[in-house]
């Protein structure tokens, strides 16, 4: 399937600090997508950005895509504790008809610690 | 505004016994659904997705199956749980960007 991944798969650090994740792909894509995910709760569209973009921009949030190297970076700058989640890229390819199936990764667990 | 709502928030269920979760949306017509299953500390596993009453995609052969008998109303069940069968069961919808419910808590004994 075509799943990404996360890298790292946890990441711990101090409030205020900058927190940086990647997720690498494997086939062509439309667009992709970072969520974020609460502990037992359900996911939260942060971004999306288009396989033409380079990099997207929307508050904290900063993402970069390489098409070429088939990767995405999620940076979250001055961290804080509130940003404790797990967060996921998820893919996009769209098949026949309106139906987009988005393939999430495994997820890179932030936390902020005081 | 479209919302979603997806019940109950946990279960806990025998081996064996049938399962029937339910996902609605409000605000939208005709919206594409999904059902997702994510595994403890896992990514998320699509099981079906539906673009419109009565049809209903599976990507992953498994005991489930899942229904859309209104525009808005998408419901997973199965005739016998297995204990596989637990995990975080999440209810999307959405074209592009994928809106999630609060998911349920589904744990198999």
């Known amino acids: 399937s075509q799943q990404g991944e996360e890298d790292p798969q946890a990441l711990s650090i101090q409030e205020g600090e900058n927190a940086t994740m990647n997720c690498s792909y494997k086939?062509?894509?439309?667009?992709l997508q970072w969520y974020r995910q609460n502990s037992g709760r359900g996911l939260v569209h942060l971004i999306l950005?288009?396989?033409?973009?380079r990099e997207k921009h929307s508050g904290r949030l900063r993402v970069t895509l390489d098409t070429s190297k088939k990767s995405s970076s999620l940076l979250i700058t001055a961290s804080r504790a509130a940003d404790t989640a797990s967060y996921f890229c998820?893919?996009?390819?769209?098949?026949?008809?309106?139906?987009?199936?988005?393939?999430f990764g495994t997820g890179t667990r932030l936390q902020v610690t005081l | 505004s479209q919302t979603i709502h997806q019940w109950p928030a946990t279960l806990v269920q025998p081996v064996g016994s049938p399962l029937s979760l339910e996902c609605t949306v409000e605000?939208?017509?005709?919206?594409?659904l999904y059902w997702y299953r994510q595994a403890a500390g896992r990514g998320l596993q699509l099981l079906f997705y539906?673009?419109?009453?009565?049809?209903i995609s599976s990507e992953v052969p498994q005991n489930l199956s899942a229904s859309r008998p209104q525009d808005r109303q998408f419901i997973l069940s199965s005739k016998k749980l297995l204990l596989s069968d637990s995990g975080f069961y999440l209810c999307?919808?959405?074209?592009?960007?994928?809106?999630f419910g609060q998911g349920t808590r589904l744990t198999v004994v």
């Open positions: 998820a893919t996009d390819y769209r098949y026949t008809g309106t139906a987009s199936k988005l393939t």
């Open positions: 086939t062509s894509i439309n667009n």
């Open positions: 950005i288009r396989s033409n973009e």
């Open positions: 605000g939208t017509s005709n919206p594409n």
């Open positions: 999307a919808w959405g074209t592009i960007r994928a809106f």
């Open positions: 539906s673009v419109g009453i009565g049809q």
